[in-house]
T-cell receptor, first 115, second 111 residues
Framework: GAGVSQSPSNKVTEKGKDVELRCDPI?????LYWYRQRLGQGLEFLIY????????KSGLPSDRFSAERTGESVSTLTIQRTQQEDSAVYLC?????????????FGSGTRLTVV | GNSVTQMEGPVTLSEEAFLTINCTYT??????LFWYVQYPGEGLQLLLK?????DKGSNKGFEATYRKETTSFHLEKGSVQVSDSAVYFC??????????FGRGTSLIVHP
């Protein structure tokens, strides 16, 4: 598509429920990144996918968080047994292999509220 | 590891004032440097970038120069507008391919 698409744009869930967030990157972009942005804070790296390589999961805050991506297509971020501290905007970005040269394209994010 | 430090906000200016938002970084090697802007309720948009020392990135009247000797990439604009009100993020991308972002600096421009 023309840009990075994320869905849903807003999600309200009850504490303890599981949620799935979706990211549809720009066609042809091999790299995909998930970040978390808490209110008034910067971007916290979560996970990085590059093509068919093993993902870099070093930013995932706990084993309740997981993400998948099939090839160079859609990615889903799953949060199990949600907690109130999971409330944040979850941002997805994609780039070509030359992301360092050309930059990274972000989606509009999913605002997650855990009540 | 890599890190980016930005001046704390909010920065509050009157329209047509001069803007500087400071950004310094720590990285090994020769990272690429970026400024992103986030308008309320939206994702981050690339504002400008520089990929090597002494490069100047520019866009929409904003400029930043990659200074390796001071490890800085300060954002400047000669005359801000109300529509520039947003949060600005400085970022770097080094050898790990994972970009590192600063905490963001909120800019508020009053008419």
């Amino acid at each position: 598509g023309a840009g990075v698409s994320q869905s849903p744009s807003n999600k309200v869930t009850e504490k303890g429920k599981d949620v799935e967030l979706r990211c549809d990157p720009i066609s042809g972009h091999t790299a995909l990144y998930w970040y978390r942005q808490r209110l008034g804070q910067g971007l916290e790296f979560l996970i990085y996918f590059q093509g068919n390589s093993a993902p870099d999961k070093s930013g995932l805050p706990s084993d309740r968080f997981s993400a998948e991506r099939t090839g160079e297509s859609v990615s889903t971020l799953t949060i199990q047994r949600t907690q109130q501290e999971d409330s944040a905007v979850y941002l997805c970005a994609s780039s070509s292999l030359q992301g360092r040269s050309y930059g990274y394209t972000f989606g509009s994010g999913t605002r997650l509220t855990v009540v | 590891g890599n890190s980016v430090t930005q001046m704390e906000g909010p920065v509050t200016l009157s329209e047509e004032a001069f803007l500087t938002i400071n950004c310094t970084y720590t990285a090994t090697g020769y990272p690429s440097l970026f400024w992103y802007v986030q308008y309320p309720g939206e994702g981050l948009q690339l504002l400008l970038k520089a990929t090597k020392a002494d490069d100047k990135g520019s866009n929409k009247g904003f400029e930043a120069t990659y200074r390796k000797e001071t490890t800085s990439f300060h954002l400047e604009k000669g005359s801000v507008q109300v529509s520039d009100s947003a949060v600005y993020f400085c970022a770097l991308a080094g050898g790990s391919y994972i970009p590192t972002f600063g905490r963001g600096t909120s800019l508020i421009v009053h008419p």
